[in-house]
């Protein structure tokens, strides 16, 4: 479903780290049900997290071409991959989470 998809990446940082255990659940609680008043469209967690999965895999697909640098440069250059190397391994474990259905009952609070 591409509205599970496109809702997925807007609420990732909802979703945190451990989508199955969201962040901020009683917001993207909120979120879910306007989505569904407006678009019409009901989502479940189940479907946003296996298009957060497939998002945080092609992230990590597209990782070399963006960690693909010159020397290292400036100070903020080195921030700069240590910040990308975090996220790079917290989408590692966004997917190996799913691929390994360790995950917790989903359900959004009402």
Do not use: K
Not at 65 to 93: I, K
């Amino acid at each position: 479903m591409p509205a599970a998809a496109d809702v997925s990446v807007a609420v990732r940082d909802l979703l945190g780290p451990r989508p199955a255990a969201p962040l901020h659940p009683e917001l993207l609680a909120a979120f879910v049900d306007g989505y569904r008043r407006t678009a019409g469209h009901a989502l479940t967690l189940d479907a946003l997290l296996l298009h957060r999965a497939a998002f945080a895999a092609q992230q990590l697909a597209e990782a070399p071409d963006v960690m693909d640098r010159g020397p290292e440069g400036e100070g903020w250059l080195s921030d700069l991959v240590a910040t990308l190397n975090r996220h790079y391994a917290e989408q590692r474990d966004i997917v190996v989470a799913m691929a390994e259905g360790r995950r917790r009952p989903t359900v959004l609070p009402d």
